[in-house]
Structure formats: structure tokens, C-alpha cells
């Protein structure tokens, strides 16, 4: 049973560029959300999808979107990149919204230069 | 969302029993005590939860104060596979996971 995939493992971009990363939940999971971890940080949450729709959102700009498919799978996109939005981006599953226990993927590390 | 204080690091031996505290006294009735690691390198990964009673599971044991403005993860046996960052967080009726800096703990031979 393979857990959460995220892809790809590594990206650099340039500031101003657009990103897609990608996230395929574990098997029987629907709800995915995204989180962010800087360097010596603790991840921070970017939202949650379920059902195709936005459910929560973290503190982020709109710069930050994303999307959920048929499939349960999802992308998150980065417009209009900053230096600091370099970072560690951890996608989480879960069984619904309502379970607690989430279970990360490795994470893309997305650097901007 | 309510606060947790975790010290910056810990140091066991291969072994040992490992007490993880974690201080959350703005705690509110229905917050959730979750315990997630992350490996080095790995996405964090969950080890526990509890609301007012102790739990165990085949990782660890949480203990919860009795007034729940404390808590204390044990690892029975620390290995060196239980080298980790460890995150105690809170969590309401709300699905997101607010995770602090955690407790970054070492284990040596």
C-alpha cells in the first residue's frame, strides 16, 4: 500500500516564476492539505481540500492556491514566486476531515533563486 | 490556537526511557493533545493522541495532567531510530495541525 507521493522531490525556480507540485493521497484517503516548513521551523498550514473544494485555510497570501481532483489527488500552485518561499512543502491524507491522524509524504523541496 | 511550550532539545541513551514534556496552559476543554516526529530527511509522522486519559500505543504513552496543562510523551526504549523532532500540538474542531519549533531529541549509544 503505497503512502503519501509527492512530486517532484526537488525544484529551483527563479523569483517572479510559477510552481505546480504535486500530491497523491494514501490509498483510501480524501482529504489532503498542504503545509510549508521553512528551515529549523515547524511545518505551517496552507489549506485543506476535501471534496474538490477548499475547506480551510491557512495564513497565506493568494499566491497560493491549489486543487483537488476526482481521484483525491491535488496541486499545489505557487504564483509569482519570492525568495522566501523557498522551503520543505509537505503534503498530509487523511481518511476524512473529521480524523484526526494525517500522514505526510517526504515533501518537495522548492528552492527560489 | 492555543500555544504549546516544548523544550529546544533532548539527550537519552539507547535504551532509556525518554520523558517529552510539554506545557499547553491555555489548553481549552476541547483541544486535542497530538503528538507527531519527524525523522530526518522524512514528513512528520503521527504517534499519539489523547484528550484527558492516559494512552498508549505500540510507539509510546502520553500522560495528561489532570488539570491538562501538561503533558509528557515516554518513549519506553529509546533507539537510535527514535532520533527525531518532536512536535506536541493542539488541536480543536478544526482539522489543520499547528505544529511549534518542537523538541529536537538525540539518542546516543
Known amino acids: 500500500d503505497a503512502g503519501v507521493t509527492q512530486s517532484p522531490t526537488h525544484l529551483i525556480k527563479t523569483r517572479g516564476q510559477q510552481v505546480t507540485l504535486r500530491c497523491s493521497p494514501k490509498s483510501g484517503h480524501d482529504t489532503v492539505s498542504w503545509y510549508q516548513q521553512a528551515l529549523g521551523q515547524g511545518p505551517q498550514f496552507i489549506f485543506q481540500y476535501y471534496e474538490e473544494e477548499e475547506r480551510q485555510r491557512g495564513n497565506f497570501p493568494d499566491r497560493f492556491s491549489g486543487h483537488q481532483f476526482p481521484n483525491y489527488s491535488s496541486e499545489l500552485n505557487v504564483n509569482a514566486l519570492l525568495l522566501g518561499d523557498s522551503a520543505l512543502y509537505l503534503c498530509?491524507?487523511?481518511?476524512?476531515?473529521?480524523?484526526?491522524?494525517?500522514?505526510f509524504g517526504p515533501g518537495t523541496r522548492l528552492t527560489v533563486t | 490556537d492555543a500555544k504549546t511550550t516544548q523544550p529546544n532539545s533532548m539527550e537519552s541513551n539507547e535504551e532509556e526511557p525518554v520523558h517529552l514534556p510539554c506545557n499547553h496552559s491555555?489548553?481549552?476543554?476541547?483541544?486535542?493533545i497530538h503528538w507527531y516526529r519527524q525523522l530526518p530527511s522524512q514528513g512528520p509522522e503521527y504517534v499519539i493522541h489523547g484528550l484527558t486519559s492516559n494512552v498508549n500505543n505500540r510507539m509510546a504513552s502520553l500522560a495528561i495532567a489532570e488539570d491538562r496543562k501538561s503533558s509528557t510523551l515516554i518513549l519506553h526504549r529509546a533507539t537510535l531510530r527514535d532520533a527525531a523532532v518532536y512536535y506536541c500540538?493542539?488541536?480543536?474542531?478544526?482539522?489543520?495541525?499547528?505544529f511549534g519549533t518542537g523538541t529536537r531529541l538525540q539518542v546516543t549509544l
Open positions: 498530509a491524507s487523511s481518511r476524512s476531515p473529521l480524523v484526526y491522524e494525517q500522514y
Open positions: 491555555t489548553i481549552s476543554g476541547t483541544d486535542y
Open positions: 500540538i493542539l488541536r480543536g474542531t478544526a482539522s489543520k495541525l499547528t
